[in-house]
């Protein structure tokens, strides 16, 4: 079988399967066995030709006239998305953000463990948030390399951000959740996927100025 | 001068204005007058030929030679996006994730002004947290009617997210920043932004299995 080079995925197809596994989960709660494609494009809003078409990138799926096994879809994004198996993560920088993705449940339903939470500032040192102690950057290479840490998150201050990265990277991480509001200069064998609050209010500010025009029947811009 | 149906803009075009903002306000504060497309798309890893289709959707722009006004460019895809206005916003639901959002100096910058935070949570009522008094949850629809708020900032649990929503959008909100964890039915005339940790996660533990998988010749999947 002869699949499509992975690089050339479309981004928008691999948010799509992250839509399409929510999905998937929730008929696995209502002990739903088979989907088809039009009924889990159209609960997103989607066609089934885009399903189709996404799903077609990874190799085939489904069963004529029967659909999807539910399951067995799951299962297989799960292995493409790579959360399939067990991540160790490392947090750096435990402001307000910080604590709170510390007692974020999401990660360990998506196969992360946090190993350990790490902060410049002697005070919060040494202070255990949702059952993690605070450890000094100065343990970071050593915490990173001891349990084999590929993912890292990104909580600290915009002004620190690209030499903490430098250092994760150099340590062995080969992925970062930046929610620091800045970008970041990493090796291309790097990945990074920005968390970035102020450009999501942008393209909400956009939709509601344009929803308001649209009815009011004025011209954009 | 005719433009294209705003509701035809494809959404990444939109994720990369803010990208060209930001880039923008940089060489702004550099003190730079003019870009030309080919060095504000370089930066951000873009050809000079996307840049230009990206704008072409809004009009006209830049100078034959020249390129860009800087401080032009800037004011028009503020104006694009309506962040050029001030818009007052609710935030609901005071967790952890809340108190950082709270404290969360980018609203501001995006001219978003906070003008009240509620919880359900009797403890919580009449708490002060980072200048914001924490409100009922039976004084939104007074509180929106009065500051004509029409964003909201949602970080309630998911069980409850999509009563919160529905209350909202009848006390006047058109745009929803959401932050709990499940997907939310509203009417077509309002927005929704969903900031999904657990997506970026997914979709970070692909890039980084795929990197692996490139790097040791392994096929996908």
Same mark, same amino acid.
């Given at each position: +079988?002869?699949?499509? %080079?992975?690089? *050339? ?11 399409? *596994? ?21 609960? =997103?809003? /989607? ?25 067995? /879809? ?37 196969? +992360? ?21 605070? *450890?000094? +950057? ?11 840490? %590929? ?25 970062? *959740? ?25 393209? =909400? ?7 308001? +025009?649209?009815?009011?029947?004025? %011209?954009?811009?």
């Amino acid at each position: +079988m002869d699949f499509v %080079r992975p690089e *050339l995925i479309p981004d928008p197809t691999v948010r799509r399967l992250s839509l399409y *596994l929510r999905q998937l989960e929730q008929l696995q709660k209502n002990a739903q066995l088979t989907v088809n494609s039009k009924q889990l494009g159209g609960s =997103l809003g /989607l066609t089934d030709a885009q399903v189709r078409k996404d799903l077609a990138y990874f190799g085939t799926f489904g069963h004529p006239g029967v659909g999807y096994n539910v399951l067995e /879809l799951i299962s297989r994004i799960k292995r493409i998305l790579g959360t399939d198996k067990a991540w160790n993560v490392v947090l750096v920088g435990v402001g307000y953000l910080g604590k709170a993705l510390l007692s974020y449940a999401g990660f360990a339903a998506k196969g +992360m463990q946090l190993v350990a939470a790490f902060d410049s500032d002697p005070e919060k040192v040494g202070q255990v948030l949702s059952g993690h102690e605070v *450890l000094p +950057m100065t343990h970071i290479a050593e915490i990173i390399n001891r349990h084999e840490c %590929r993912l890292a998150i990104l909580t600290v201050p915009a002004d620190v951000a690209q030499d903490v990265a430098t250092d994760l990277v150099h340590a062995g991480i080969r992925g970062i *959740l930046n929610f620091s509001p800045t970008s970041l200069t990493v090796p291309p064998t790097v990945a990074v996927q920005a968390v970035d609050v102020a450009l999501q209010l942008e393209q =909400l500010t956009f939709q509601v100025s344009l929803n308001s +025009m649209t009815r009011s029947g004025v %011209r954009h811009p």
